[in-house]
């Protein structure tokens, strides 16, 4: 069965099939189709402190079409979450209101404690070893959401206002990021050795730049060396000669910023990247629910 996930953010709007399978009690998520539309509806909320018009038409022509692809495509059921710019815009009910009527898509605005734990929804620690400890960080245009595991278990969990958008606008001050910072080395202390989980547009990227197989962690010192050599570059060398989307190749550098800063504040030598973010998560928690649903069915 197919299920959608919508995921608003603060520099893209992102639609995701993904088939899921159930063989004997053996569940499978495969996604079927990724549709990534570059709004950027931070640069409007976080210097602003609203989304303008013109970009509030594209999302509702977004939305439209979104809607025709979950109807084509006979989705068993959908979900729409909104993050940290649509979060932090005095217009974000009417927006919300006006997507409903026109798209008949209703938006979720979801905040960060809820992001970080429909993120966590995609239980990829329970493919690592339960013996270590682990930092998942997924880092987006507006927040940065951070959970540490041990044993198997969240130990704690917290989203950040620190993003990509953010960082390139000088949005975020040194007092907050330098909160951030100690907050990493203090929730750490006695968790290491840690290894990272990485997720989100920007670390996707760099772990396909980087070559690395799937299943492989990459290096710290990989990263950082990564990193020095896209900052070398100009934007426009990022685009015509790596190749970079344009809306990728200027955020990715401050993710790198933020990544690095959270890896070293944990000394961390290794980081695992398995291309999963907010809308896996979204598709693992719509399964779920239809699962709930069909059994409480039965029973009845």
């Known amino acids: 069965m197919k ?12 639609l995701l099939f993904c088939n899921v399978y159930d063989e004997d009690g053996v569940i499978t998520y495969k996604k079927a189709e990724l549709i990534r539309v570059p709004i950027r509806l931070g640069e409007d ?3 602003n402190g609203k989304i303008s018009s013109q970009k509030e038409e594209k999302l509702i022509t977004a939305m439209k079409a979104f809607k025709h692809l979950i109807d084509v495509y006979d989705a068993v059921d959908y979900r729409a979450c909104a993050t940290s710019a649509m979060r932090d815009a005095e217009n974000r009910y009417d927006i919300v209101d006006r997507v409903r009527k ?4 209703k938006i979720e605005i979801i905040d960060g404690k809820t992001e970080a734990d429909i993120i966590f929804s995609n239980h990829i620690e329970e493919h690592l070893d339960k013996s270590n400890n682990y930092l ?5 245009g507006g927040s940065t959401e951070i959970t540490l595991f041990s044993k198997n278990k969240a130990i704690v969990s917290q989203s950040f206002n620190i993003g990509t958008i953010r960082m390139l606008h000088n949005q975020i001050d040194k007092e907050f990021w330098g909160y951030f910072k100690n907050w990493i080395v203090e929730i750490t202390k006695g968790y290491k ?3 990272a989980i990485g997720s989100g547009g920007n670390i996707n990227k760099l772990f396909k730049m980087s070559g690395r197989r799937l299943d492989k962690p990459i290096a710290t010192a990989k990263l950082k060396n990564l990193y020095e050599v896209l900052e070398s570059y100009t934007y426009e060398e990022r685009v015509h000669t790596l190749g970079l989307n344009p809306d990728r190749a200027d955020v990715i550098i401050p993710a790198s910023k933020i990544l690095l800063t ?3 504040k944990a000394e961390i030598e290794k980081i695992i990247i398995p291309q ?4 896996d998560g ?3 928690q719509l399964y779920e629910k239809h699962k709930e649903n069909k059994n409480a069915v039965k029973v009845d």
């Open 193 to 195: 050795p840690l290894m």
């Open 262 to 264: 959270v890896l070293k």
């Open 276 to 279: 999963i973010g907010l809308s």
């Open 136 to 140: 998942y960080i997924d880092i987006g």
């Open 45 to 47: 909320s976080f210097l």
């Open 282 to 284: 979204i598709v693992h």
């Open 102 to 105: 026109e798209a008949g898509i």
């Open 3 to 14: 299920f959608a996930a919508i995921d608003i953010g603060s520099n893209a709007v992102r």
